[in-house]
């Protein structure tokens, strides 16, 4: 973050100074884990649903922290934040525990801070991605295509709502040439909020599907709420949009900006041709542009990611690099964030695909093409081993009865299904085609891992995948916990 003082912070968030003169500098990083304080950082106290970061401001002083940003008195040197009224609270500053609105008054004041600091740093160029699938996995690709350009800030992981969105914008300082943000939603007008923190410059549009359709109640509510980050844009900002989803192409109507269509469609202008995928999955195809055309391998599995890395192509070449540099770059990625399409074999010669973070229905049908993908014209067994998708609301039966009627048609070998909840894959899949007992439904996470270790042999692949609730990365972690560490495969 750039230096500021306290007077400084309680200037841009409207707060008061408490215990402290404000010439105090916070010359680190914000941070609202209290554990992870450094000297000279500024500790954000967030109310959670098991402890108060209220209750850890004078520790965070003690390991570091110049000050506090609070929403009530501490025995702490600390910047108040105003109360924010009851009707001027968004359902997207609803934080478990924030039983007095306090968890509200925190974020609006940890927002404004991060606006301060972007509005102070005019040679910033924002990058903002949305989509229902694929967003962390692009933000990852775009990060590293910018990187060697200038120092680029990203977020780790998923940090993409209004807790751990601005907590990413402020790790922006005066070196800092790109600063690329994922977008999340769980209602309308929230993207329109992030976008207020942190003004976007190009916006990445990737897909509209079923994910929080519980929530939002149908898909063209979703492309409303997707639609917000085109609607930011400046004049002169760029929309990138992918030409292949219709409900994304006619965000085109929705912005001022610039608009680059991505995909495989003959009119997007960064597109990709001849898609092929080797034994492992892994994409090879022909990256064409207005500048011209570059063949592209990439070290990633599924071919799902030749759309993401079209979006990051497009943003590149709008950042300034050229054709072969962003061939040369994507040829060379590598996967960053947890949990998603991570592909390692066991010293037992099991392949596990541990695509555990979450789920939605295009993400898992993605997914499941890749594992079939790779054990297409080999002797290895599929395994798909799957849980509940999250968030579907009146849809849900019919999403999870096309899942196993999907690993039917895939000629995926078993389909291991975790949890009541996603019990109407089991009974799709039962019931299609000729399958009998290739499809088994499990009550939990140990008796999945009962039924593989019994029953897998090497050579065999394995695909895990849920909702991040069901935790079903830990079947992977129990397959490898059998016998050591597999080496991770790029």
């Known amino acids: 973050m750039i230096r500021l003082s306290l007077a400084d912070i309680a200037s841009a968030v409207d707060g008061r100074l408490h215990r402290a003169e404000g010439s105090e500098i916070v010359s680190a990083g914000v941070e609202f884990d209290s554990r992870k304080i450094t000297d000279g950082g500024l500790f954000v106290a967030v109310p959670g ?9 004078a520790q965070a002083i003690t390991d570091g922290a110049i000050g506090v940003l609070a929403a009530r008195e501490v025995d702490a040197p600390a910047v108040l934040v105003p109360t924010v009224p009851v009707e001027e609270r968004s359902s997207a500053m609803a934080l478990a525990g924030d039983t007095d609105g306090t968890g509200a008054a925190v974020l609006a004041g940890l927002a404004k801070l991060a606006r301060h600091v972007v509005d102070r740093l005019p040679e910033l160029a924002v990058v903002g991605v949305t989509g229902s699938s694929g967003k962390t996995s692009t933000k990852d690709l775009i990060a590293q295509l910018l990187a060697p350009m200038g120092p680029t800030v990203a977020p780790p992981g998923s940090f993409n709502n209004e807790l751990g969105h601005p907590w990413t914008v402020l790790r922006a300082d005066e070196q800092t040439r ?4 994922e977008l999340s939603a769980r209602g309308v007008g929230h993207i329109a909020n992030l976008c207020e923190v942190a003004p976007p410059r190009i916006g990445v549009v990737l897909n509209v599907g079923h994910a929080h359709l519980g929530e939002f109640g149908s898909q063209e509510a979703v492309a409303q709420a ?52 080797d034994e492992l999955a892994r994409p090879t195809f022909t990256l064409v542009t207005e500048a011209g055309k570059e063949r592209v391998t990439l070290p990633l599995f599924g071919e799902h990611h030749v759309g993401n ?4 192509a497009a943003v590149a070449l709008e950042l300034g690099a050229t054709l072969p540099q962003v061939a040369e770059r994507l040829g060379s990625i590598q996967r960053v964030s ?9 010293p037992s010669g099991v392949t596990v695909v541990n695509d555990a973070y979450n789920a939605n229905p295009e993400s898992v049908r993605a997914a499941l093409k890749t594992l079939a993908a790779m054990t297409r014209g080999r002797p290895a067994r599929a395994w798909a081993v799957l849980g509940p998708m999250a968030e579907l609301g009146d849809a849900d039966v ?8 999907l690993a039917v048609r895939l000629n995926i070998d078993r389909l291991v299904v975790v949890g009541e909840q996603a019990q109407a894959m089991h009974q799709a899949a039962s019931l299609e085609g000729s399958w009998g007992e290739e499809s088994v439904l499990v009550a939990d996470i140990d008796e999945a891992v009962a039924l593989l270790r019994a029953e897998l042999r090497p050579g065999d692949v394995v695909l895990t995948k849920a909702s991040n609730s069901a935790g079903l990365w830990r079947v992977a972690e129990a397959l490898f916990a059998d016998g050591g560490n597999g080496e991770q495969q790029q």
């Not at 649903?49 to 401001?57: C, I, M």
């Open 49 to 57: 649903e098991r402890v108060d970061g209220h209750d850890f401001a």
């Open 178 to 181: 790109h600063l690329v943000l």
């Open 226 to 277: 997707k639609g917000e980050l085109v609607e930011s844009l400046p004049a002169d900002g760029v929309a990138v949009l992918n030409a292949d989803d219709p409900l994304v192409a006619a965000m085109a109507e929705r912005t001022r900006a610039r608009v680059v269509f991505v995909g495989e469609s003959p009119n997007a202008h960064v597109r990709a041709e001849d898609v092929e995928v």
């Open 309 to 312: 890395a079209l979006s990051a």
């Open 338 to 346: 947890a949990r998603r399409m991570e592909v390692a074999e066991t």
């Open 398 to 405: 019919e999403a999870h009865d096309e899942i196993g009627r």
